[in-house]
Structure formats: C-alpha cells, structure tokens
C-alpha cells in the first residue's frame, strides 16, 4: 500500500516529496505506537486518573506504604547488586581474555556461550538454580555432606536479596562480555604504549586513559542490566512463588487478581517502574553525554 | 603474573556458570530412587499438556518471526535508502522494549485492548493469540533490528535498488529477491533468536492467559520436584542449538566486501 503512494513520488514536486518518503515508515510507526507507545502511555496516563477519569495524585500517593515501598527498595537494591556485580564480574572475564594474554581460541567459545546465557533467563533459570543451591541441590548437598558447611545454618536462603542477585548474574555477566569485549577489542595497544613511554604505571594507564575510554559503555551497560533485572518477573516468579515482594512480582498478583483492591494502584506501581528503568536510563544518557564531550 | 591473574578470573566465571548446569542435568536424572535414568524426561515428554503448549509457543515463535521479519525488513531498507534523518528516531524506538518492563507493556495491552475497548483483541482467542504475537514482536524488536541493520550495512543498498529500478524490478521484487537474500544471513540469526526468546516468555503469556509454554514450566514447576529440572535442560538445550544455529549461518555465508556505511 503505502509503496504504491512512493512509486509516484519522483512525478511530485521536490516540496511534496520529503513527506511520502517519510510515509514508508508508516507500518512500523503504527506497530510502535499501537503495541510499544499507546500502552505505556495507556498506564503513565491511568496513574494519574481516578476510577471515573478525573485526574489525582491519590494513586501515586497510595504507593507510600510500608509494603510497597519495601517491595521498591529490596526491587532496586538486587538491581543495583546484581548490575554492579555483573559489570565487574563480566568486565574481569572479559579483560581476562582479550588483554591478559589467554589463547586466542577461548574467545569464540566464551562469545558463543555468553550469547546462550544472557539468553537462559525466566522459569528454567530458577529451575538450574533450585537444584543447585536450593535446599537438596548438587552444591547444597556437597558443602554439607563433604565439608560439613550448612548453607542454611550460615544464613544463606535462596529466595532472599541474595540468592535472587546471584541468580540474575546468571544472564547479566554474560551480557556485559557481550557488549564490553568488543569494547576492550577498540582499546589500542599504542595507547598503552604511549602510557608506558611517558612512564605510567598499570593503574595509571586505566585510571587515565583506558576507563576514561570505556566510561561510557561501562555506564550503558550499567543502566541495560539494571533495567534488565528490575523488569525480570519470571524468574523472580518461579524461584520464589510469591514468598519475595519484589516490585514486579506485586504488579503481577495485581494485575492477576487486584489483590491490592485498587485498579488504579496497579497503574501506579506500572508507572513507578517505568520511572525507576527510565530514572536509570536518563542518567545513562545524561553522563554519557557529559563524558563523550570530554573524550572529543 | 598477568597470565595467572587471567586464568584465575576465567576459570571462576566458568565455575560459577557450569556448576547449575550440572546441577540441573544431575538433579533430572535423580529421579529413580539410587540410580540415574531418564524418568524424569519420559514423564515431561509424555505429558499431554507439555506437548500442547510446547507446539503453541513454536507456533508463536514462527508467526512472530514471520512478521518481525516483514515489518523490519523494509523499515530498516527503506530507512537507510529513502530517510537516514528518521535513523536515531527508528534506532530509539526499537530499543524502548529493553528499557520498558514487559511485564508493563503488557498490562498496557490488557487495559488498552480489553472486551471494554476500541479494539477488543482480548475478547476472542484468536484476538489475544495476535496480540501475544505483536507482543512478542515488541521484544524481539531490539535484536531483530539490530541484526538487520548491521546485515544492511554490508550492502551497498543505494546502487543495488538503482540496479534492479533500471532493470523494471518493483518495490514489492526489490525487498524479495535483492535486499532480503542479501541480507539473509542476518535475518535468521534475529529469527533464531526471536525463537529462543518466545519459547519460554513466562510474563506475557501468563497474563494474557494462553496456554504457552512458559506458564507451563512454572506451573510443573510449582508442583513437582524432578521433572522442573529436566525441563531446564530442555530449554537449555533448545537456547543453545538456536544460538548455534547463528553461529553456523554466519560461518557458512560467503562474506560480502563490506561496504563503507
């Protein structure tokens, strides 16, 4: 359809043409704004609507309760553990095979492998890590029985901060050598070099001038793992039931059966999210920004 | 002493990620009392209703990839040849699927499209069926993108449009038989992916109410000891062969020269 309306547009005058090329895009504007724009704008937009369509601020207020509010906070802080420790987990891995002098062959494998993890996420996730470290897992087992370490006795529970930051890392250290290797890959061995000659040492040489260069892409990834653990649901789901009020496991029970009695509430706590990954985001963009104008 | 610090990191990492994967296929095979066997993969592959939602989600698989492909093939064409202006705007809008939760994406779905609505997909099966599809479609859109466009790049786009417009080729045969074989190779490694990521999506399905195979999972999960863990092997098993389907696709394509952007 909308190729028939451009096979004439060389006949239009050059004024008239700009617009039917930009008509090209219509099929995929339409999908964005139908299935992408319309429904985040459908819940930003109800956050501040009472029932009958008035607007309020009563159901963002409402979020201000003690149970939400923990479900936001222990929400943010396994997003914040498991990104930072993801970044450095996956930068060490990373820099261990493209700088610290490993056989090149290991590269391809660890790609390929990182590619299959950050994909394994949701239901089977949980699943692998139920019986791995869960009450009658393989290491569970074997620290108990071989070495006489009860991981219970020690505190550690796997549906907890802890256990659910140690089974997200499953899919956000794979991701982070997926996007920072070809990072180190850019940084050039004359840089180091340079460094050297001028007589920098080790920590000098990332200090100055290899973290300074990767900043941005460490920040980018930072704020993509983030928003990638603060929206996971189905692994939080089938590790935990609903024993761990995380904030995305609330809006599902919310929108699942309005336990919380209030529609609209649910509006806020889907808004409250968008806010937080964009929140993340926006400072992504903000600091990525302020530290390319320095990098030029 | 670099060298030693390498290999330390490395082999850490690995431990960390080998360790579930042995103790999920270690937990599967515990089935029967004292012994390994494959009792647990028997009962899954026999169930029913593994069968059935199994077949629904690769049957959602394959319509998500068919239209993915269909609407990011001539987007992304059309961009790079006709409006490289709309390029940020298009690249923004394919990435808000990762910063979005799905889990809001699609309670905007239940909310803008219910019985109530302009437009009641949720009514009907086949409704919601389709708005699953341009659900998943949302969350393949970042990597279905990217693939294609990093594909585009290495053609030279401008002059085989010109070449085949000479030749009386239409629009319709351009993106069929010159940019969509050109680009093939990227377009199966973001099909292959788009499969390994509707396969098990729990969220959607689950809220949308359809029988795929992720709730299935979590449900088995939520009632069974063993079986779960065979099942993780399964899903393992089918994110791997997708990913190595990529890797094999890509091997075997005769390189095009690459082309300045």
Not at chain 1, 164 to 193: S, V
Request: net charge positive.
């Amino acid at each position: 359809m909308a190729s028939e309306t451009i096979r004439t547009a060389p006949a239009a005058s050059l004024r008239s043409r700009l617009p039917v090329n930009w008509l090209g895009l219509l099929p995929f504007a339409a999908f964005a704004l139908l299935f992408l724009i319309l429904p985040t704008m459908k819940i930003v937009i109800g956050a501040f609507q009472t029932p009958d369509g008035s607007f309020t601020f009563a159901n963002v207020a409402n979020l201000n309760t003690p149970s939400i509010r923990a479900a936001y906070w222990i929400s943010i802080r396994i997003s914040v553990a498991s990104a930072l420790l993801g970044c450095a987990i996956g930068f060490a891995m990373s820099a261990a095979v493209v700088l610290g002098g490993l056989p090149r062959v290991i590269r391809g494998p660890l790609l390929t492998f990182s590619g299959v993890a950050s994909n394994f996420a949701g239901v089977p996730l949980a699943f692998a890590f139920l019986a791995t470290l869960g009450p009658v897992g393989l290491v569970t087992v074997f620290l108990r029985t071989q070495l006489g370490i009860d991981l219970r006795l020690l505190g550690f529970n796997l549906l907890s901060f802890w256990g659910l930051t140690i089974t997200y890392l499953f899919f956000q250290i794979p991701l982070m050598i997926l996007i920072i290797t070809p990072a180190l890959d850019g940084l050039k061995r004359e840089w180091r070099e340079a460094a050297e000659v001028l007589g920098a040492t080790g920590v000098q040489y990332w200090r100055m001038v290899a973290l300074p260069i990767l900043f941005p892409s460490l920040l980018g990834t930072f704020a993509l793992l983030f928003a990638n653990a603060f929206g996971a649901v189905a692994t939080a789901i089938a590790l935990t039931g609903s024993s761990l009020s995380i904030a995305p496991i609330l809006l599902f029970a919310q929108i699942r059966g309005d336990v919380l009695g209030d529609p609209h509430l649910g509006y806020a706590l889907a808004f409250g999210m968008i806010v937080i990954t964009g929140i993340a985001n926006g400072i992504y963009i903000w600091l990525r920004a302020r530290s390319e104008r320095w990098l030029k | 002493m670099r060298r030693l610090w390498a290999w330390g990191a490395l082999f850490l990492g690995l431990l960390y990620f080998v360790l579930p994967l042995i103790g999920m296929t270690e937990f599967s095979l515990k089935m029967r009392r004292g012994e390994y066997s494959f009792d647990a993969y028997a009962k899954v592959l026999g169930d029913p209703r593994f069968q059935e939602t199994f077949s629904y989600s690769v049957a959602m698989a394959l319509f998500t990839i068919a239209f993915g492909v269909l609407l990011v093939v001539p987007t992304a064409y059309w961009v790079r040849l006709k409006v490289p202006r709309a390029r940020p705007w298009i690249e923004f809008v394919t990435l808000l699927p990762l910063v979005i939760p799905a889990i809001v994406i699609v309670f905007g779905y239940i909310r803008l499209y219910n019985t109530s609505s302009w437009l009641p997909l949720t009514g009907t099966a086949t409704g919601t069926n389709v708005l699953l599809m341009f659900g998943y479609a949302t969350l393949a859109l970042p990597y279905m993108y990217r693939a294609v466009d990093t594909g585009l790049r290495t053609i030279d786009v401008a002059t085989l449009t010109e070449a085949a417009q000479s030749l009386g080729a239409g629009w319709g045969t351009i993106l069929a038989r010159i940019i969509l074989p050109n680009v093939l190779v990227a377009v199966l490694s973001g099909a292959f992916l788009t499969f390994a990521i509707v396969i098990g999506e729990f969220t959607m399905a689950a809220l949308l109410n359809r029988p795929a195979f992720g709730p299935y999972m979590q449900l088995l999960g939520a009632n069974r000891a063993y079986e779960p863990a065979a099942l993780a092997v399964i899903s393992f098993s089918i994110t791997w062969l997708c990913m190595g389907l990529i890797q094999i696709v890509s091997r075997l394509a005769p390189k095009p020269p690459s082309q300045p952007n």
